[in-house]
């Protein structure tokens, strides 16, 4: 049977297609087998959300600016997955980041973007600047063959990454709970992230023309509860329930300000 989009595209969702789940590489065999015992995965719609909003100034990834995208894709797994499940009489189940496949390449077997060097899903219109979601179910869609395609290698994304010499990627280490090594920490002192890091996606041509024609995200999630700069005083306001809002909160808010405490008295030292 044919899969219609009419449902994901009332959520702003433009870009989706639906490949077979027996192309796709499972990587999680916990969830993998959780999903089995509710039931046989056959189909997969794979979706992008775009996140990007304009640029401002900031001390965090692009995508932490908003509240948590988890929050956004529980909403939309919420009430598409009974529709999806009325209209085509099959059983559906929605996730995001934590899936069992591979996204990026089931995105790219979709066709809805084209696998980067830096590992990223890279869309035509918002570059990688973007959120991948999937919803499995036991009904079996057409599929129209795989449209795989890979990014021109222009090697930008690998110039400009500070992760060299053996060193870790920025956004993992401010996700790192606890002490940090000195390198760490002028790591993070060197590049003013208080959380994750967009180097790689801001350089790409794709994501560069993406800001240049002015493209963002039509999905009203992201345009609300912004907190682009992150300081003491921002952190210390919010509420329990607000802190657990953000994606930054699952790392604990421990590790949030110890990188706000390096960033900041970096800025006393030099002033």
């Known amino acids: 049977m044919k899969y219609d989009d009419t449902y994901l595209r009332s959520y702003g969702i433009e870009y989706s297609g639906v490949v077979p789940f027996d192309i796709c590489d499972v990587i999680n065999e916990i969830k993998y087998c959780a999903l089995k015992k509710w039931f046989d995965p056959r189909s997969v719609i794979v979706f992008l959300v775009p996140y990007y909003t304009g640029e401002e100034r900031r001390n965090i990834s692009k995508y932490a600016i908003s509240r ?4 956004f894709m ?8 009974p529709a999806l499940s009325e209209k085509y009489g099959a059983q559906f189940c929605g996730y995001a980041d934590s899936a069992p496949i591979n996204e990026v390449k089931a995105a790219a077997y979709a066709g809805l973007g084209m696998r980067g060097d ?11 600047y973007v959120f991948i979601g999937a919803i499995y179910t036991d009904a079996v869609f057409e599929y129209g063959g795989d449209k795989t395609s890979n990014c021109p290698h222009c090697g930008r994304c690998r110039a400009a990454c500070p992760m060299k010499d053996g060193r870790e990627c ?9 002490e940090l090594t000195d390198e760490e920490i ?10 994750g890091c967009d180097i790689c996606a801001d350089v790409c041509p ?41 994606a930054y909160a699952w790392r604990g808010k421990a590790t949030v300000e110890r990188n706000l405490s390096l960033l900041h ?3 006393e030292t030099e002033e």
Request: aromatic share 14%; with cysteine.
């Open 68 to 71: 948590d995208y988890h929050l």
């Open 74 to 81: 529980r909403e939309l797994f919420g009430r598409a997955c």
């Open 186 to 195: 002028a790591y993070i002192r060197r590049y003013g992230s208080a959380w």
């Open 170 to 178: 920025l956004s993992a280490v401010t996700q790192k709970k606890g």
């Open 118 to 128: 830096n590992g990223m899903l890279i869309n035509e219109k918002y570059g990688s």
């Open 265 to 267: 008295s970096h800025d």
């Open 206 to 246: 794709y994501s560069k023309n993406a800001v240049k024609n002015g493209v963002k995200t039509p999905i009203e999630f992201f345009y609300k509860d912004r907190t682009p700069y992150l300081t003491a005083d921002v952190i210390n306001g919010m509420t329990d329930e607000e802190f657990k809002s953000r």
